[in-house]
């Protein structure tokens, strides 16, 4: 019995060999995939189910990811479900101000671990802040460690608007951090 043929006259491959595809994809970016949407706003409450989507739109599309590629598909379908998580977040604001899914570190004491739990916070306050274009290389490149070369070929941009984008991100990033810390010192200082 003959396989189908796909758009291009070729036979699909498999579907036990998309599916074993499909199962790589998962156990080796998943990881990736959730960090993303957290440094680009999903929440943490939502992160898992943001990232379940991206998965989803892959399986829906496995046969349209070019072999060599599904980092790079999984990086942009991340960057818009985020994107629409974002949206959906703000018009519920159901913000408690407390984030009860932050992951616990195994630190040695509770004070420590509140520490880390406040910076996470900031650097998650200051990166939703940041125009998402500037956010996205930003925690590509200095979180996620990533090159420029890697990042540009993930967004479907230019080497060079890599760079711009994250020279940019770099200052606006700088500058949201001075701004927090002058309005923690300000509001700290007591006037008799």
Same mark, same amino acid.
């Given at each position: 019995?003959?396989?189908?043929?796909?758009?291009?006259?070729?036979?699909?491959?498999?579907?036990?060999?998309?599916?074993?595809?499909?199962?790589?994809?998962?156990?080796?970016?998943?990881?990736?995939?959730?960090?993303?949407?957290?440094?680009?706003?999903?929440?943490?409450?939502?992160?898992?189910?943001?990232?379940?989507?991206?998965?989803?739109?892959?399986? /829906?599309?496995?046969?349209? #990811?070019?072999?060599? *590629?599904?980092?790079?598909?999984?990086?942009?379908?991340?960057?818009?479900?985020? *994107?629409?998580?974002?949206? *959906?977040?703000?018009?519920?604001?159901?913000?408690?101000?407390?984030?009860?899914?932050?992951?616990?570190? /195994?630190?040695? *004491?509770?004070?420590? /671990?509140?520490?880390?739990?406040?910076?996470?916070?900031?650097?998650?306050?200051?990166?939703? %802040?940041?125009?998402? %274009?500037?956010?996205?290389?930003?925690?590509?490149?200095? #979180?996620e460690q990533l090159t420029s070369v890697e990042i540009a070929e993930l967004i479907s941009v230019p080497?060079?608007?890599?760079?711009?984008?994250?020279?940019?991100?770099?200052?606006?990033?700088?500058?949201?951090?001075? @701004?927090?810390?002058? @309005?923690?010192?300000?509001?700290? /200082?007591?006037?008799?």
């Amino acid at each position: 019995m003959a396989r189908p043929l796909n758009g291009m006259g070729e036979a699909d491959p498999p579907r036990e060999s998309l599916e074993l595809r499909l199962s790589c994809m998962v156990t080796g970016q998943f990881a990736f995939v959730w960090r993303l949407l957290r440094r680009m706003g999903v929440p943490a409450s939502d992160a898992d189910d943001a990232a379940q989507q991206v998965f989803l739109v892959a399986a /829906q599309r496995i046969r349209d #990811i070019a072999v060599g *590629s599904e980092r790079s598909f999984l990086c942009s379908t991340a960057l818009h479900v985020g *994107s629409r998580f974002r949206r *959906s977040h703000a018009r519920k604001r159901e913000d408690l101000g407390v984030d009860l899914d932050a992951h616990v570190d /195994q630190a040695p *004491s509770q004070e420590e /671990q509140l520490d880390r739990q406040r910076a996470r916070s900031a650097l998650d306050q200051i990166l939703a %802040e940041m125009p998402l %274009e500037l956010r996205a290389v930003f925690v590509l490149y200095e #979180i996620e460690q990533l090159t420029s070369v890697e990042i540009a070929e993930l967004i479907s941009v230019p080497v060079g608007t890599v760079a711009s984008r994250l020279r940019r991100a770099r200052d606006d990033f700088r500058a949201r951090v001075s @701004r927090a810390e002058a @309005r923690r010192n300000f509001g700290g /200082q007591h006037h008799v």
